[in-house]
């Protein structure tokens, strides 16, 4: 069996993801950020010629970087958010080699998720936030997809995971808005000033979608996350009747 932990922010996907590792020891979990055989939040996708770039452009560090960089169909997938470095913008330059924020064409993009679900062969997983989070905000912030359009690039994600053994958990937010503030509250430093949500918000406002509907802050995002998790749940019924556990968090 393999788990899909999937939710809001704040509906207790982290909690859930270690409650099932400590029930199932032998079993594997992937957190944003790891190198996953189905997700690459917070990792670059580069060509041969771009990582020997970026090889060169940070020499100091290339051993680091070597350490956490696999190879996959001819490209490289680096997960530098693993990289401990003081050298000033590494971070940020290598976020511009995500796949997400519309780095892509609409196209590339759902070849290169397509491709890595499909070539998906292990099993004992347990991933955060693998299936939905990221490809849905990805699909209707930065590409503008309609609920429709998204709904049918998930019916090709179930096609290609036909004959695998999987469950999606999903944690339902009923009180979207008190989870936002609970992780406002511990994604803030020891002086209590907030790392995240200002991260958050600028990311939602500066979105093609918000953008297109000339819409931004708190009560805006908070309005888009109840549409993604309306969405998301219909994504369940639809295309995942049998593959989806429903869990409710207050």
Same mark, same amino acid.
């Given at each position: 069996?393999?788990?899909?932990?999937?939710?809001?922010?704040?509906?207790?996907?982290?909690?859930?993801?270690?409650?099932?590792?400590?029930?199932?020891?032998?079993?594997?979990?992937?957190?944003?950020?790891?190198?996953?055989?189905?997700?690459?939040?917070?990792?670059?996708?580069?060509?041969?010629?771009?990582?020997?770039?970026?090889?060169?452009?940070?020499?100091?560090?290339?051993?680091?970087?070597?350490?956490?960089?696999?190879?996959?169909?001819?490209?490289?997938?680096?997960?530098?958010?693993?990289?401990?470095?003081?050298?000033?913008?590494?971070?940020?330059?290598?976020?511009?080699?995500?796949?997400?924020?519309?780095?892509?064409?609409?196209?590339?993009?759902?070849?290169?998720?397509?491709?890595?679900?499909?070539?998906?062969?292990?099993?004992?997983?347990?991933?955060?936030?693998? *299936?939905?989070?990221?490809?849905? %905000? #990805?699909?209707?912030?930065?590409? =503008?997809?309609?609920?429709? @359009?998204?709904? +049918?690039?998930?019916?090709?994600?179930?096609?290609?995971?036909?004959?695998?053994?999987?469950? *999606?958990?999903?944690?339902?937010? %009923? #009180?979207?808005?008190?989870?936002? =503030?609970?992780?406002?509250? @511990?994604?803030? +430093?020891?002086?209590?000033?907030?790392?995240?949500?200002?991260?958050?918000?600028?990311?939602?406002?500066?979105?093609?979608?918000?953008?297109?509907?000339?819409?931004?802050?708190?009560?805006?995002?908070?309005?888009?996350?109840?549409?993604?998790?309306?969405?998301?749940?219909?994504?369940?019924?639809?295309?995942?009747?049998?593959?989806?556990?429903?869990?409710?968090?207050?």
């Amino acid at each position: 069996m393999n788990y899909f932990v999937e939710g809001l922010q704040g509906s207790g996907k982290s909690t859930l993801v270690k409650k099932l590792s400590d029930e199932h020891p032998e079993m594997h979990a992937y957190h944003e950020g790891d190198y996953s055989p189905v997700e690459l939040a917070w990792c670059a996708y580069v060509s041969k010629a771009t990582y020997s770039a970026i090889i060169e452009r940070y020499h100091d560090i290339e051993k680091e970087i070597k350490e956490k960089s696999h190879e996959e169909d001819g490209n490289m997938i680096i997960c530098f958010t693993q990289i401990l470095t003081d050298i000033p913008g590494f971070h940020k330059d290598l976020e511009q080699y995500e796949i997400y924020n519309n780095r892509l064409s609409r196209e590339d993009f759902r070849n290169i998720i397509l491709k890595r679900f499909s070539r998906w062969d292990t099993d004992g997983n347990i991933f955060e936030c693998s *299936i939905f989070q990221n490809i849905v %905000e #990805d699909m209707m912030l930065f590409q =503008n997809a309609s609920d429709g @359009e998204i709904i +049918d690039f998930y019916k090709e994600i179930r096609n290609v995971l036909d004959g695998r053994d999987y469950r *999606i958990l999903y944690l339902l937010s %009923e #009180d979207i808005r008190a989870n936002i =503030n609970v992780i406002r509250k @511990e994604r803030s +430093d020891d002086q209590g000033n907030e790392l995240w949500y200002p991260l958050m918000l600028g990311f939602f406002n500066e979105s093609p979608y918000a953008k297109k509907h000339g819409v931004s802050g708190e009560e805006a995002m908070l309005s888009h996350f109840g549409h993604r998790q309306e969405l998301e749940l219909k994504i369940c019924r639809e295309v995942f009747p049998d593959r989806h556990e429903l869990r409710r968090r207050g």
